[in-house]
């Protein structure tokens, strides 16, 4: 979140908020340097902290779920970008 907080910015975003439901005291302070508002409703002074904890089901991703979902949203975003029978926007 830090390094597309940073990317938004340079880009010339007027205003950067950023959003978590639950983050780490340290994650919020960090953050908070960096954009314009910070909202979390949840926010824990636990060591060692885990995003986990706060959720009654929780399950890491395989490499082959976030593959699925990445190429589902590139897809989705093709077809966000093509203009009505053109192109992908962009593309030649």
Do not use: C, N
Not at 1 to 14: T, Y
Not at 33 to 51: K, Y
Request: hydrophobic share 40%; net charge neutral.
């Amino acid at each position: 979140m830090m390094a597309a907080s940073k990317s938004i910015r340079q880009r010339g975003a007027a205003t950067v908020a950023a959003a978590a439901p639950v983050a780490s005291s340290t994650a919020r302070e960090l953050l908070a340097a960096v954009v314009d508002e910070v909202v979390s409703p949840v926010i824990s002074h636990r060591t060692p902290f885990a995003v986990a904890g706060f959720y009654r089901e929780w399950h890491d991703l395989t490499d082959e779920e976030v593959s699925v979902e990445l190429k589902g949203f590139a897809e989705y975003g093709k077809r966000q970008r093509r203009g009505p029978g053109g192109p992908v926007l962009g593309e030649t």
